[in-house]
Nanobody, 113 residues
Framework: QVPLVESGGGLVQAGGSLSLSCAVS????????MAWYRQAPGKQREFVAS???????NYADFVQGRFTISRDNAKNMVYLQMNSLKPEDTAVYYCNTRPPTTWGLGTQVTVSS
């Protein structure tokens, strides 16, 4: 079983919204803090948001209230709702544990101006 499979990316205009999903293998998901990261072209991968198994969340400063991370412990799923998207949010988005382990393929998010 592939441990992490991200989906939901796409092309959206600035100001629009996207909802990302991540299917996580049970062995990875259980008791772990899950997070979203992103990597823009020519830049290092960076932390976006995290959620503990108990539902406590943490966000990078650049999120500024625009994104919401959540998890469904019964379905082993992690979500990232992204609103008010900006062109600088363009990146490949990855989910992983925090700290991260093996990376998945990610899902491309492109925000046009």
């Amino acid at each position: 079983q592939v441990p992490l499979v991200e989906s939901g990316g796409g092309l959206v205009q600035a100001g629009g919204s996207l909802s990302l999903s991540c299917a996580v293998s049970r062995s990875v998901f259980r008791f772990n803090t899950m997070a979203w990261y992103r990597q823009a072209p020519g830049k290092q991968r960076e932390f976006v948001a995290s959620v503990t198994s108990g539902g406590n969340t943490n966000y990078a400063d650049f999120v500024q209230g625009r994104f919401t991370i959540s998890r469904d412990n019964a379905k082993n799923m992690v979500y990232l709702q992204m609103n008010s998207l900006k062109p600088e949010d363009t990146a490949v988005y990855y989910c992983n544990t925090r700290p991260p382990t093996t990376w998945g393929l990610g899902t491309q998010v492109t925000v046009s101006s």
